[in-house]
């Protein structure tokens, strides 16, 4: 029977649905993070009587016909990209980014990756880097007497130098915007890089056109709602359940057609 198949790709579906909801839970306070959606198709039909076929010799045509479906299948996990709750930390290098962006990210291997983490911090050069070590942006480096840290909104950084009253340039932040940033692909470590699906990354100053701003102090938490993601995981585990129950009565069916003597 084709109904075992049916059911059997809808608990596959709902297996990886689970999953997609367990990830986002698990991440719900992971800076930067952005929950996914697990997105579902119909598969192929079988035609047993196709519509607008000739019923009779007279003209008249089948105005609905008859089809069955074969199951479901995964199409995406398509990743939300609203703004997050923000945490005040009080921490000079703690950079949440206000609407539209991405912080630029040099990995060791020279690619360049883009976060929604501004958790950064000086490493033993003076560099502002990530908790891994990574360069942010281009190289901002940060003398070892500078204090009175300051990024303003529109990611300049500066600093008081030494004995100076008078505040130094430091750097200024750019942030990355992307056509599609869905399309953007996690590598994990709060990580993603640049995509065929994304579009090429369009760099400017935070604050310009389509760019958000940057806070100091703050992190941007994950976009994840707990009540949310419960409810969904409750629906997904129900509509497994409802699939197995399928499997069960057309065991019992092919069971009882067995046994005919």
Same mark, same amino acid.
């Given at each position: 029977?084709?109904?075992?198949?049916?059911?059997?790709?809808?608990?596959?579906?709902?297996?990886?649905?689970?999953?997609?909801?367990?990830?986002?839970?698990?991440?719900?306070?992971?800076?930067?993070?952005?929950?996914?959606?697990?997105?579902?198709?119909?598969?192929?039909?079988?035609?047993?009587?196709?519509?607008?076929?000739?019923?009779?010799?007279?003209?008249?045509?089948?105005?609905?016909?008859?089809?069955?479906?074969?199951?479901?299948?995964?199409?995406?996990?398509?990743?939300? &990209?609203?703004?997050?709750?923000?945490?005040?930390?009080?921490?000079?290098?703690?950079?949440?980014?206000?609407?539209?962006?991405?912080?630029?990210?040099?990995?060791?291997?020279?690619?360049?990756?883009?976060?929604?983490?501004?958790?950064?911090?000086?490493?033993?050069?003076? &560099?502002?880097?990530?908790?891994?070590?990574?360069?942010?942006?281009?190289?901002?480096?940060?003398?070892?007497?500078?204090?009175?840290?300051?990024?303003?909104?529109?990611?300049?950084?500066?600093? &008081?130098?030494?004995?100076?009253?008078?505040?130094?340039?430091? =750097?200024?932040?750019?942030?990355?915007?992307?056509?599609?940033?869905?399309?953007?692909?996690?590598? =994990?470590?709060?990580?993603?890089?640049?995509?065929?699906?994304? =579009?090429?990354?369009?760099?400017?100053?935070? =604050?310009?056109?389509?760019?958000?701003?940057?806070?100091?102090?703050?992190?941007?938490?994950?976009?994840?709602?707990?009540?949310?993601?419960?409810?969904?995981?409750?629906?997904?585990?129900?509509?497994?359940?409802?699939?197995?129950?399928?499997?069960?009565?057309?065991?019992?069916?092919?069971?009882?057609?067995?046994?005919?003597?």
């Amino acid at each position: 029977m084709n109904a075992l198949q049916i059911a059997a790709s809808g608990m596959q579906a709902q297996e990886v649905n689970v999953e997609v909801l367990s990830n986002n839970i698990a991440n719900m306070r992971t800076t930067g993070f952005k929950r996914q959606r697990a997105e579902f198709a119909d598969l192929l039909y079988q035609n047993l009587r196709r519509m607008g076929t000739d019923s009779s010799d007279t003209g008249t045509v089948v105005p609905t016909g008859s089809q069955v479906g074969s199951g479901v299948r995964l199409t995406a996990t398509a990743r939300i &990209m609203s703004q997050g709750s923000l945490l005040a930390t009080q921490k000079p290098l703690d950079l949440a980014i206000l609407g539209e962006g991405f912080f630029r990210i040099q990995l060791p291997d020279g690619r360049t990756a883009y976060t929604r983490d501004g958790s950064f911090e000086r490493s033993a050069t003076g &560099m502002l880097v990530t908790v891994d070590g990574y360069t942010v942006g281009q190289g901002i480096a940060i003398p070892p007497n500078a204090r009175d840290i300051t990024v303003n909104a529109q990611g300049l950084i500066q600093a &008081m130098v030494g004995n100076s009253t008078t505040a130094t340039t430091l =750097g200024r932040l750019e942030l990355a915007t992307f056509v599609n940033a869905p399309g953007l692909e996690a590598i =994990g470590n709060n990580l993603m890089l640049e995509t065929a699906a994304s =579009g090429p990354a369009q760099i400017a100053n935070p =604050g310009d056109p389509g760019l958000g701003t940057i806070l100091q102090g703050n992190l941007e938490m994950s976009n994840v709602n707990p009540v949310s993601e419960i409810s969904e995981l409750i629906a997904a585990q129900r509509a497994y359940e409802m699939n197995s129950r399928v499997i069960k009565a057309v065991d019992e069916m092919l069971s009882s057609t067995a046994n005919i003597r």
